[in-house]
């Protein structure tokens, strides 16, 4: 291990190298006020140095932008202000949608990041269009995955937008609270990108070659301050709410009027660190899960939408190897099963986490939630604390140490032994160059449970090169039998997996296809306690191709084998023969992809598949279709189709998903979605409608209905709710 650790440090230490073209915006301290009315005719405005000449990231990234933006700063002691003007071919603007936290992809815009500890991992993301829709958003692990960007965070700023025949003005204030920084700094890194769609151009303050994520941490200049940063004034934010509940179980013949108050509470510790309180919380708000089709023997994970989890979420929860073991998967907390198994609510009481940085090159996250217990379900009340620090290594690698613990707080007659308490101590080493061309992730974690005392740690390690023209990863990971984070999201036990990859892109220079490349990812999973056993293969052969107009194809071929140690019917069928255990096989099976255009007003995703399904046929399509009436109107439908045809006595069966979306936003303040979902796997139908009104920043009034029917032999009620509730965010 010592050898494999120098190893790793030697290729963090030896692969890093500098930006040769360090690109610079100055920041001037002002003491005169400003207003935000997108105008910049203030006389502060005209002694700011702007800053322009973006690179194109799309269609290419060796040419300059052909529509410019350019960019002026200025500070006082709370705010820190932008104004920007942004040229364009005319006025026919992409914008479908007026709801806060847009999806840059296929709308006109500009956007800013700010890394505000220069250390290349973490940073705040503020963007906006040219009707002054806002959107905020935190960017972890160096900008290297898209699941490192983050929308669900919010924060109070203010931002207008003025369009004129050939450019929009935007100008923001921001607090200088809503950023996390050392009091004393200067110099914060700084990069923006910006998406023209009638120019078909996206664009990049500091050149970022296409091989990387346009908001890669590791391409970014620096914005000086005039002078050094003082101690933010940060205020104390409470946000009580109020929430109102009616609802009917049909199934069990039961109604519920419920009257919930409860709340959150925001401080700031020093400059660079977050307390954030939660009392009796409520998340009826929360957009409704996008259910999906299930035909794997494993659970599915969905993402995180609570606000109290979500900034910083990235020191709790990026531990580990995010699809097989995950020691923390915080949607964990305030689920339980009842004693019929299934998922239901479990109430969260309280929680405390302190998160941030206690130095600059220290991070600490601290996270505490108490549940209640459920009696009339056997479910404890538990107590959910996870403990991790984070120390910088070189440019931008880090060492990680989490503690993780679930432990009930009481005794109860019908708690197993084994499930008082589940503990996982784990350290994580991430490996980033600072041009991101070596990244990597190797881990050690190991649980505590009572009576267990062997084979209970997994282990991982995944080293990926990535350039212009090559992306090589070598990866693996082992789970034993008895590893256990009952916090976390572990797939499978008893595994060990490698599944490298090598793909080879090409850039051609003329033509309709701006790149396309070959890939091939052979994955191979065995059983260490059946003597290392071929448990799982597939071997996955890609060709995909994105076009100049931003449509993309994809051609894949899928070889699999699967041995299965249990039954298992893949269709779901009630009662149905299952496929017997103790018996390998082999199918292959094609799948093809194609997104069009998504800035027309109409766009849509087709994914058709066809091949062998274990001993049967497997027949899908997946189909998503757009359509906008922009601003105002915005609407979708998903549809998967699987036709799974096995021989006798084995089932056969179609399986539905569709799922219609509707949003109207009346205005920037006002939004009203629809989401209607028939699931035949199953067997319901569910409607979830949210009327939204957000009457003062960050303060909202919601009206939400939900309603769910039995489809499987008559259409019947199964749940109904609705719910009122209010949310006020106060700073004193």
Known sequence: MKKLFTFFIFLTFFTTFSQSDKRTVYVKYINEPITVNASLDEGAWSRAKPTTNFWQYFPTDSIRAKQQAEIKMLFDDRNLYVGIKVNAAGKDFIIPSLRRDFRASGNDNISLIFDTFNDGTNAFMFGTNPYGVLREALISGGGTEIRGFTTSWDTKWVGESKIHDDHYIVEWKIPLSAFKYREGETKWRFNSYHFDTQSNERNTWVNIPQNQLIFSLAYMGDMIFEQPLGKSKSPISIIPFVNSLISKDYELDESTNDFKIGGDAKFTVGNSMNLDL???????????????????????????????????????????????????????????????????????????????????????????????????????????????????????????????????????????????????????????????????????????????????????????????????????????????????????????????????????????????????????????????????????????????????????????????????????????VELPENIGYHYTSFNANFKSDARKEFSYAIEPSIGKFYNGEKYSVLAQLNWRLQPFFTSSVQVNYNRIVLPSPYPTASIWLIGPKVDITFSKNIFWATFIQFNSQDANFSVNTRLQWRFAPLSDLFIVYNDNYFTDQVFAPRTRSFNLKLTYWLNI
């Open 278 to 576: 939660t009392f009796n919380p409520d998340f009826s708000q929360v957009e409704v899960d996008q259910q999906v089709t299930n035909l794997t023997r494993f659970e599915v994970s969905l993402p995180e939408r609570r606000q109290f989890f979500i900034e910083n979420s990235d020191l709790f929860g990026e531990f580990g190897n995010s699809r097989d073991s995950n020691p923390f998967f915080s949607r964990r907390i305030g689920i339980a099963t009842d004693l019929e198994d299934n998922s239901i609510e479990n109430d969260i009481i309280g929680g405390v986490r302190l998160s941030g940085k206690l130095t600059n090159n220290l991070r600490v996250g601290i996270l505490s939630v108490q549940t209640a217990e459920d009696l009339k379900n056997e479910i404890a009340a538990t107590n959910n604390s996870v403990v991790a620090l984070q120390q910088k290594l070189f440019s931008r690698s880090n060492l990680s140490f989490v503690f993780i613990n679930k432990q009930a707080t009481k005794d109860y007659d019908f708690l197993e032994t084994e499930d008082n308490y589940n503990r996982v101590i784990g350290v994580d080493y991430r490996l980033a160059s600072k041009d991101n061309s070596w990244v990597g992730k190797y881990f050690f974690h190991k649980s505590f449970s009572p009576s267990i005392t062997s084979d209970d740690f997994s282990a991982g390690a995944s080293t990926e090169y990535n350039s212009r023209l090559y992306n090589i990863r070598l990866s693996g990971v082992f789970v034993g039998e008895n590893y256990r984070s009952d916090l976390g999201f572990i797939r499978r036990t008893d595994m060990l997996k490698i599944n490298p990859q090598i793909e080879r892109a090409f850039w051609p220079k003329k033509g309709s296809i701006q790149r396309h490349s070959l890939s091939i990812t052979p994955v191979f999973l065995w059983k260490p306690t059946e003597d290392f056993q071929n448990s799982d293969y597939t071997v996955i052969s890609r060709w995909r191709a994105t076009f100049n107009n931003t449509s993309e194809v994809e051609l894949e071929m899928f070889n699999r084998y699967t041995y299965l140690y249990e039954s298992f019917d893949p269709t779901g069928t009630d009662d149905a």
